[in-house]
């Protein structure tokens, strides 16, 4: 059961879409009430489905075409200070925990090569880290995204109330 319905899925498009839609912009598109936009952007946040806005950067375009991913295999009861530690660099994009060979998953960007295995260099010194494994990223030819999910996980959740969705 989805705590989302198909209205809120679309509100969710249409934000990803162009974040900068203002509310009766949204209502328009919609065919709701400027106060509906409000309560569901108010309770998705609220939710903690919607944390907030921030802007898409491209990285190559801002001058760092190198990224890579990082496993490393920690020592467990190291966990919190390996994690303290990789937030000072700056190269590390996310951390995700993960089961498996590794514990971390590193996603880390740099201006060069050597950058990218000077950042390495900096996390394998970290206390607890037992090994590292990079892959470097070539291409990203599928963007983070959530929207095919959210439509996936709503299209049988209702719209919300009783008219059909808008054309």
């Known amino acids: 059961m989805s ?45 903690g489905i919607l944390k907030g806005f921030r802007p898409v950067i491209d990285l190559e375009a801002a001058g760092v075409p190198v990224q890579a991913f990082v496993g490393l295999e920690l020592d467990q009861r190291e966990l919190a200070q390996v994690i303290e530690r990789l937030s000072v660099i700056p190269e590390v994009l996310e951390v995700t925990t993960q089961a498996g060979r590794e514990d971390l998953l590193v996603k880390v960007a740099a201006v060069t090569l050597a950058d990218l295995q000077q950042a390495v260099g900096r996390m394998i010194e970290i206390r607890g880290v037992r090994h590292s494994n990079t892959t470097l990223s070539v291409s990203t030819p599928l963007a983070y995204r959530t929207q095919p999910l959210l439509d996936h996980l709503t299209s049988e959740a209702g719209w919300g109330r009783s008219t059909a969705l808008p054309t």
């Open 3 to 47: 705590s989302i319905d198909r209205l809120d899925s679309e509100l969710l498009k249409r934000l990803n879409t162009n974040a900068r839609a203002g509310v009766a912009e949204l209502a328009a598109q919609l065919g709701i009430s400027r106060n509906t936009v409000l309560a569901r952007l108010q309770r998705l946040e609220k939710a």
